[in-house]
């Protein structure tokens, strides 16, 4: 089952009200969650790859983009003793890493890495959701 | 996008040959992805219950699950300098973790938790496809 | 051995300069590890209480937290491929977790919970090390 | 502050009896988060020796045994709903993740890898602390 129909089934079970826009939630938890996903494999890719050394940069954006993320994704998920500070600040945090690792991905996409291809639109997307729902937040 | 075809395209990407049957790999990794939400929402949306008291068995079981579940989909996802004793060890952890914290929530379940329903749902789906890629392994 | 000292003999292990002050680094690094680490007990320590139902916000507060320094704590520790705009912002974000929690945590210090009034100590620890290494870095 | 001195004042916190001898648990947990910080420098040590085409490997089990630990650290510093089969699949994952990355950095120690010397004694120290508690809970 993708992400988001899990995610849209927990929050509909949610005893009190949401605290924020549930399509905004449900879009923002799934981009967080294929992004660290994309990020930790691209991140393995680019090990095995013969150009390792090329791509260190690009590794270590992956592993940071990915640890943000999935922090991210946790304390969006969560809604009981929901605290707007907390949430946008770690949304804006997931913004900047997320469009980091996208710049970098880019580059190696321009040069034929497909994982870097795959994983800039995954970062491009989380980057446009958290971004979408720290907007609604502040 | 759903994380299954995030993890297929990365897996296509991958400049080697996959250590594992591709199928079981993806089917992991979803579940894994899965798992770790509904335990991280579970988790939250037994905090806030009236009944919050009778349910910290389940909220720490959930907070395990979901911890072990994100762990274990990173070792699955990583291809290169593949160890099939960790990943094994790791997937076993794993099906324990999933299997308990499906028995818990299967309780509150009959008693009307529907979050813990579809939780003990994702927990069952999690501990199976473990089950499944760890017998290919061993 | 203390994870400073950890910390300490990687960091003179590092094959290039580091980016930044190595004694901030090392307290940050220190300060992150500690308050993931009281953040996750004093959640542990609340669903303990007979009075959880009145801790639910600290127990999500102490989540969040959790998952915020130890995310923060693996972006700093990473010196290779340093971007100094992706850390400031996992900084800034560990800052506020760890405020707000601290806040959160002194309330309930206040009414005689001990495990609270360590956990806020730590949290203050760790917002004041994270606040002094961005300084450094803007 | 050491992560064993507040792991110990978070457990002398706790609200009920602990439900494992609270020196192995200490040790573990200290254990857990030096390994954890150990691996993820030296993965990032690692990737920035002008050698990391030879370091993948070492880099991958760094990678998981950094999550692993970091996993296990959390499963037991958790008190409320303790359950014996869950914690003790973990701490034998750590235990195999350790080990197998200790055996790896100790064959790059030996070409004068400081990093991966440090890295193998933190490896063998949670390799141990995890074996200890797994052999009292078992």
């Known amino acids: 089952m993708p992400v988001a129909e899990v995610a849209r089934q927990m929050l509909d079970a949610y005893p009190s009200e949401l ?16 992004c660290a996903e994309s990020c930790t494999q691209c991140a393995d890719d680019c090990l095995g790859e013969e150009s390792v050394q090329d791509l260190t940069t690009c590794i270590r954006l992956n592993l940071d983009c990915a640890d943000i993320c999935a922090a991210t994704g946790r304390v969006v998920s ?14 804006r945090a997931c913004v900047e890493a997320c469009g980091t690792c996208a710049d970098e991905c880019e580059i190696h996409a321009a040069h034929g890495m497909e994982h870097c291809r795959v994983c800039a639109e995954e970062c491009r997307r989380c980057e446009q959701a958290c971004g979408e729902l720290v907007a609604e937040i502040a």
């Open 78 to 91: 969560r809604q009981t003793g929901y605290d707007p500070a907390v949430t946008s600040a770690m949304l």
């Open 19 to 34: 605290n924020v826009d549930r399509g905004l939630l449900v879009r923002c938890i799934e981009a967080c969650s294929d």
